[in-house]
């Protein structure tokens, strides 16, 4: 069957969907890579949560739509433990991805049903984490501990902030993957950290928008 | 302010809120999911909802990046919509009048939110 999801791709400011089954499978998937499987995963899940607290309380909740100041995420349940989740733009046309939903729930109910799906259901392994360092040995810096603590986490949180405000929903996790190189390549200091905007500006396709988004990093204090 | 800070909406600011067209009964949820005022009917399980959509809300927002919710949205088959705004640690949740437009009760609420102190 082809992708039943790719129906969605006429949303506007829709960036993406999957399908998430619990206990923890993702069955279908239009999100670009930069979106992992263990961060859907844990989006479903408490998607998951947030839908069951809505339908005992309220009975019969369709839409779950959960806006944030740079991304909208709805979340529709196609069977008693699935959910088609749709990642999108703050300004997503959420009337119309809900025209979209209902035109297209037969689908995806019969995807559910499909051999494909069915093999995807098997609870699927969150990526490992990395080895733990020896005993003694000091662990390496991680984009996290930069980003939560350190003389550099106010710059690095407002170079991911300006970020989010040209490229959206995809703002974390292009600048954590950012982050990830920057570190293999350099020693993680306020002097390095023009080498790190470049590998930034690489990824963002628009000149217009990466001229902004220096703009933007220039103008940081 | 601070993600975690609870912003308590005095009566007054409350009585204001219950005034703004198109909303509904509402339920008032402290830091710990606690009631803190409420107009509306099966409080204690609204609260938990509120309680659950705030604490949920924030974790899917940090996977994004974006760790402040700034509303979510039930939507009910019968048309019937219920809604929950955070107010730093506590959450505000509430059902929208049938006859409202939803983008305009957004707006009318977030400037609403706009006048609440954290003092």
């Known amino acids: 069957m082809e992708n039943v999801l790719q129906e969605f791709a006429s949303v506007p400011g829709l960036t993406g969907a999957y399908i998430y089954q619990l206990p923890g499978a993702i069955l279908e998937n239009t999100l670009p890579a930069l979106f992992k499987p263990a961060r859907l995963l844990a989006m479903g899940k408490q998607l998951s949560k947030v839908h069951a607290a809505g339908a005992m309380t309220l009975q019969e909740v369709s839409d779950v739509v959960l806006a944030y100041d740079e991304s909208t995420v709805m979340a529709r349940p196609i069977a008693e433990k699935a959910w088609l989740v749709l990642l999108g733009a703050p300004d997503l046309n959420v009337h119309l991805a809900t025209l979209t939903v209902n035109l297209l729930m037969d689908d995806l109910k019969s995807f559910l049903e499909s051999p494909a799906a069915q093999e995807r259901a098997r609870p699927q392994a969150l990526e490992a984490p990395a080895p733990g360092p020896a ?7 991680t984009p996290r501990d930069l980003m939560e603590r350190g003389s550099l986490a106010p710059a690095l949180l407002g170079m991911q902030s300006a970020l989010a405000k040209v ?8 600048f954590t ?8 390549l350099n020693e993680p200091s306020k002097d390095n950290l023009g080498s790190l905007l470049n590998l930034v500006l690489r990824e963002i396709d628009d000149p217009e928008k990466a001229a ?9 204090p | ?17 219950s005034e703004i067209p ?3 009964r509402h339920v008032l949820v402290g830091p710990q999911g606690q009631v803190l005022s409420h107009d509306a009917e099966d409080t204690e399980g609204l609260a938990a909802l509120v ?10 927002g940090a996977e994004l990046g974006s760790p402040d919710l700034n509303h979510a949205l039930f939507q009910r088959r019968a048309g019937e919509r219920f809604l929950v705004v955070p107010l730093g640690g506590s959450a505000l949740g509430f059902f929208q009048k049938k006859d409202a437009i939803g983008s305009e009760l957004l707006a009318r609420v977030a400037a609403w939110k706009e006048t609440l102190s954290p003092d």
């Open chain 2, 1 to 17: 302010m601070p993600p975690d800070a609870a912003v308590f909406p005095d009566p007054i600011q409350l009585a204001h809120f």
């Open chain 1, 167 to 174: 490229m959206g929903p995809m703002a974390k996790i292009v």
């Open chain 2, 22 to 24: 198109g909303v509904g």
């Open chain 1, 135 to 141: 005993t003694g040995a000091r662990a390496p810096l």
């Open chain 1, 177 to 184: 993957e950012c982050l990830e190189k920057w570190l293999q």
């Open chain 1, 212 to 220: 902004r988004y220096r703009n933007m990093v220039e103008a940081l």
């Open chain 2, 51 to 60: 309680a659950v959509c705030a604490a949920c809300g924030r974790a899917i």
